[in-house]
């Protein structure tokens, strides 16, 4: 790493992120991946509202996951009100 | 002025708390965090003193916050934001600048709101400063290892209260009472509430009530722990429920003095329901359990709410 000592930033000033941050990616994390089965969902959005990691999403197509960030806690499986979210263990995908 | 959200479909669709942060699958601090970054907006200045919610955001060069974000010591939390205001304050009344004045949200832990940073809260709500201090509540220091906090419950297992022959319930003192210490001795507090994860719309109201209140107001917010706590990850707004179904937890705002229960649960469950799901409970006896019904009751009783199981 070679930086000039003009460009090292001010007292450990860093630029925020806009919508995600890159630096941490947890996808990698999970066990268990989100699965919606779009027939059941009433689009509630307590599923959105309840996630630590916003990486649910209300699209005009249904609720998206950020499989990007999403940890697989599982929150939303346990708070959706009509089951309409199943968790599905990461080993039976091959991405 | 923030408008009172209705419904969640009326609330803020932007993120301001974004994904990529390196807090456990479940984490309950992480998700207040969002719901409180929701509300607050984007003219917002967070502080993060020392806990949780600063050593597990903030990895090495970036951290998920799309709004300005410092880092305080443990100990002075309510210091740093009282500087803040007052330079803006000073800058906008010099016309050094023609930014509007944001909101100042300190979120501090319980370490370094009831415990280590007691001091500098108390100092800045004393002199009145226009900010927002957020205590979120994981009863211990868990990003050390969980250890106890003075906000860890009776008969709590931690690192530094482990159940053993010789004291059996693990922790043996009651926990601090930390909202209501603020809310009896400091003169010029606007705005005081307690809220939980698990009742997200009262959480992010509060929050802009506390932001409107143009003065010192204080939100203490209950935020189950999965690891601290021993409980699998996806139960932690079940949690968050049951605490305040138990009488564990009380929903109450003080707003320009006027005291308001905000959340009165249909049935008192009995405070079994929700210690057997954890862990950290795990050692307790019946008698253990029968003074957490009575903390509980007493609590219950404080607040306003009739006490519908009894202690032995």
Request: hydrophobic share 35%; net charge neutral; proline share 8%.
């Amino acid at each position: 790493m070679s930086i000039s000592p003009n460009e090292v930033p001010f007292a450990g000033t860093v630029p925020s992120p806009k919508t995600e941050n890159e630096g941490m990616i947890t996808g990698s994390w999970r066990t268990r991946r989100p699965i919606l089965d779009a027939d059941k969902c009433t689009e509630c959005l307590i599923c959105w509202i309840s996630c630590p990691d916003s990486s649910i999403k209300a699209a005009s197509s249904g609720m998206e996951f950020n499989l990007k960030y999403c940890k697989g806690c599982g929150i939303c499986n346990e708070v959706c009100p009509v089951g309409a979210i199943s968790l599905v263990p990461e080993l039976d995908f091959e991405d | 002025m923030l408008e009172e959200i209705k419904s969640l479909r009326k609330a803020p669709e932007e993120e301001y708390y974004v994904p990529g942060h390196r807090t456990c699958a479940g984490c309950g601090p992480a998700l207040q965090y969002r719901l409180v970054a929701k509300a607050a907006g984007p003219n917002t200045i967070f502080l993060g003193p020392t806990g949780c919610m600063y050593v597990a955001n903030t990895s090495y060069g970036c951290g998920p916050w799309a709004v300005p974000w410092i880092h305080a010591q443990i100990t002075n939390g309510g210091a740093v934001a009282s500087g803040i205001e007052a330079a803006y304050k000073a800058m906008i009344r010099k016309h050094k600048t023609d930014a509007e004045f944001p909101n100042i949200i300190v979120m501090a832990g319980d370490g370094g709101s009831a415990d280590i940073g007691l001091q500098a809260l108390s100092a800045a709500f004393y002199r009145g400063h226009n900010i927002l201090f957020i205590a979120y509540d994981n009863e211990s220091y868990a990003n050390t290892g969980i250890q106890t906090s003075p906000t860890t419950p009776y008969g709590a297992w931690t690192t530094f209260s482990p159940a053993g022959p010789v004291i059996p319930e693990g922790k043996k003192l009651m926990p601090k009472d930390l909202p209501k210490m603020m809310a009896h001795g400091h003169p010029e507090l606007k705005y005081l509430a307690t809220a939980s994860l698990a009742y997200p719309l009262d959480l992010m109201n509060k929050v802009r009530r506390g932001l409107n209140a143009q003065g010192p107001s204080f939100l203490y917010v209950h935020a189950p722990c999965p690891k601290g706590w021993s409980f699998p990850a996806d139960k932690t707004v079940e949690m968050g429920k049951l605490a305040v179904e138990t009488g564990m937890f009380q929903l109450y705002e003080l707003n320009e003095g006027q005291y308001k229960l905000t959340y009165q649960p249909k049935e008192i469950k009995p405070v079994e329901e929700y210690i057997k799901l954890q862990g950290r409970f795990s050692h307790l006896q019946p008698e253990h359990i029968q003074k957490l019904q009575q903390f509980a009751n007493g609590r219950l009783k404080e607040v306003g709410i009739e006490v519908s199981v009894p202690a032995q």
